[in-house]
């Protein structure tokens, strides 16, 4: 359903690596709501093809860019104004890896050589890309930026290993970036916590099934899917949120607030 909230605008969606990926939803969403955009990915993740399939079905180019490249980012930048046709409104970062998880490291035996590639991947490209943006001008006023971050940022999650260090940075960056964006550019940053959703990056965490069924068992709305992220996406790149900026905003069906709920207690009690 269109309801035509993005008409007009433009804008750079990383982070779409098959149709499983939130930025996949996000990028089908917002193309049905008139947006135009630059779809980008690390040049390793193109190799595997399936973005072609959502460019085509969007109507949209692909530049590749890894973006823990400032190099890559500016030309990227650069070039999809010109594609676009203008300055841009809304850029999804939407980009997480940690070396160590993808090779069974445990969080209390790390490589530091991996440990800092996932800091660079999963946090840093976040000031990297809005460091460029900012130097370029390249945002119109009004503009919206949003990350993707998870809760282990701010909660224990044993297995979440490094990416819990690397979402907190990233959530710090949203605020001390996007004072300076709000300041000297009138544009909004944040980030939006999600629930554990099936996606590549999801299914590296170790025991995901069992995270992802614990979290929709405490969630009195049960876990957000990746097509409800984007519908959320789509609202924070619109120009109904205007005011809201320097947030981490939860977007998990009610799990950031719950002690414990009657399907997960039931668990406990049930040989009683
Ligand atoms: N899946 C979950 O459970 C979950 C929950 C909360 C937040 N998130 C966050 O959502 C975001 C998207 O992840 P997803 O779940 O859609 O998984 P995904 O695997 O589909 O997306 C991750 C993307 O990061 C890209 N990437 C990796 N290294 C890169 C680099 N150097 N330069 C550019 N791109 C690079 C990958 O190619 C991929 O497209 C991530 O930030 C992730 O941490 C995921």
Redesign the pocket.
């Given at each position: 359903m269109s309801h035509n909230l993005l008409k007009g605008k433009r804008g750079i969606i990383?982070?779409?690596?098959?149709e499983?990926?939130?930025?996949w939803k996000t990028a089908e969403r917002v193309h049905e709501e008139g947006g135009t955009f630059v779809l980008t990915?690390?040049p390793v993740?193109m190799r595997m093809g399936q973005i072609k399939d959502l460019a085509e079905k969007t109507g949209s180019q692909i530049i590749p860019?890894?973006?823990?490249s400032v190099e890559d980012l500016e030309n990227l930048i650069e070039q999809s104004m010109e594609i676009l046709g203008g300055k841009i409104d809304f850029v999804l970062h939407?980009?997480?890896?940690s070396v160590n998880l993808r090779k069974g490291n445990h969080y209390t035996s790390q490589n530091y050589d991996w440990t800092q590639k996932g800091t660079d991947?999963?946090a840093m490209?976040f000031h990297k890309v809005m460091q460029t943006l900012y130097q370029k001008d390249a945002m119109n006023e009004w503009g919206s930026i949003v990350a993707?971050?998870?809760m282990a940022s701010q909660r224990v999650f044993p297995d979440y290993n490094d990416m819990a260090d690397n979402k907190a940075m990233l959530e710090s960056i949203a605020r001390s970036f996007g004072y300076f964006f709000g300041r000297d550019k009138k544009v909004r940053v944040n980030t939006i916590s999600?629930?554990?959703?099936p996606?590549?990056?999801?299914s590296g965490v170790k025991g995901f099934d069992g995270f992802i069924s614990y979290a929709d068992k405490m969630s009195p709305l049960g876990n957000a899917t990746a097509l409800d992220c984007a519908n959320y996406t789509i609202t924070m790149f619109s120009d109904l949120t205007r005011k809201v900026t320097l947030q981490n905003l939860f977007h998990d069906g009610g799990f950031s607030n719950m002690g414990v709920s009657d399907d997960v207690m039931e668990t406990f009690t049930r040989d009683k």
């Open positions: 990383f982070g779409a690596l098959d499983n990926s939130i930025a990915n690390a993740a860019a890894d973006a823990t939407s980009i997480g890896m991947v999963s490209s993707l971050t998870y999600q629930s554990p959703t996606t590549t990056a999801g």
